[in-house]
């Protein structure tokens, strides 16, 4: 239980760098009723609707948003230790004078990235989903009230550190960046297809470590196309520099157009 | 666990058509799911057992049609079933495929009296 008001611990906050109070989503309602089943009188109702279907409108919702305002959105999605933060901290601190950008900072518990973005001076907002695997639609809505973004800008969603649950819900953003580094294995685009498909651009990170790790480049590539042949790379290491400039200026590109 | 996301979605969907039609009940759900819409069937059955109690789906069956997977070859234009996104075009070799369906994650259709 959250100590500031007494809340499950397992419910969704959102909270700015530096503010010691959260608030709550509005969640999921549901209309509670005991009933006794009689299935003598049954009859169907065709429904036919996406299961997934509040989550894709409200994506939606939140890509017409950016589009009014020009504002670039980018989903960074991966497995927990892949280095997304680290990749934003670098990114954030090169291209601040460049880029106007937010950071949406997505994780089940604490505000460790968000503290970690902040000292970029960049404005940030913690979401913690509590036992949630993903950020939705809806959260990202919240977020980016609350953050109030300007017109021009890049917004930076980092997603819960998970390659599997953030696969199926659209934000809204203009691209989804999925995150590899080289001391997992080059395998994962085959085991993890579903996020790998998803996703329009593959970052590998990491690349400073290659001499030390089982890992071959060019494999995670073709695996990663075949399993879908629009993507696009980038290898980088976030902590030495190394290929940071063509993702910058690929950054750069995109937050004009 | 995103399947109890999933699985909370469809029975509220479900309990609003219910719920319009005037019903007291739930007694099935039907959904379509493609072979690649990233859902564990068995998982899927376990949250929405959780789920529905407390609800008007309580102890209602949930039936779920798996529809297959086609792809399109880009290089040869052969379309093929396939039951995982890397898939090798059975006529001239090459992985470049457009999946033409297999995505499908849907509410059928709701049984209530």
């Known amino acids: 239980m959250c100590d500031t008001c007494g809340c499950g611990a397992d419910s969704t906050t959102f909270r700015k760098h530096g503010e010691d109070h959260h608030h709550h989503g509005d969640g999921h309602h549901h209309t509670h009723d005991h009933h006794t089943h009689d299935h003598s009188n049954d009859r169907t109702i065709a429904v036919e609707q996406d299961i997934l279907g509040e989550n894709n409108l409200l994506a939606q919702r939140n890509r017409g948003y950016f589009e009014a305002k020009n504002i670039f959105a980018i989903n960074l999605v991966s497995s927990p230790g892949s280095g997304k933060t680290t990749l934003l901290e670098k990114t954030l601190t090169a ?56 017109d021009n800008s890049t917004l930076f969603i980092e997603n819960v550190g998970n390659l599997v649950c953030p696969a199926l819900f659209d934000l809204g953003e ?65 902590t030495t520099g190394e290929g940071m400039e063509t993702w910058y200026a690929w950054l750069k590109d995109q937050s004009q157009k | 666990m995103h399947e109890m996301s999933i699985a909370m979605n469809i029975i509220n ?18 959904l379509d799911v493609g072979r690649l819409s ?42 093929f079933e396939i039951d995982a996104f890397m898939a090798l075009c059975p006529e001239c070799d090459s992985y470049e495929i457009d999946i033409l369906q297999g995505r499908e994650l849907k509410l059928r259709a709701v049984s209530v009296n």
């Open chain 2, 13 to 30: 969907i479900a309990c609003k058509e219910a719920e319009k039609d005037g019903a007291s009940s739930i007694s099935k759900i039907e």
């Open chain 1, 95 to 150: 291209l601040k004078n460049d880029i106007p950008s937010a950071v949406i900072e997505g994780d089940q518990q604490t505000m460790n990235d968000a503290d970690r973005i902040a000292t970029t001076g960049v404005p940030v907002l913690q979401i913690n989903t509590g036992n949630g695997c993903h950020l939705d639609a809806e959260m990202i809505h919240t977020a980016y009230g609350e953050l109030k973004l300007q």
């Open chain 1, 174 to 238: 203009d691209k989804r960046i999925v995150v590899i580094s080289v001391t997992e294995g080059d395998d994962k685009p085959l085991k993890y297809p579903t996020m790998f498909d998803a996703a329009d651009i593959c970052i590998i990170n990491k690349i400073d470590l290659l001499p030390y790790v089982q890992f071959d480049v060019e494999k995670c590539k073709e695996y990663a196309l075949r399993v879908n042949h629009h993507l696009k790379f980038f290898e980088v290491s976030a």
């Open chain 2, 38 to 79: 990233g859902i564990m069937i068995d998982s899927l059955q376990f949250c929405y057992d959780a789920v529905c109690k407390g609800t008007l789906a309580e102890n209602s069956l949930l039936e779920i049609n798996e529809l297959p997977a086609m792809a399109c070859c880009k290089k040869c234009e052969h379309t």
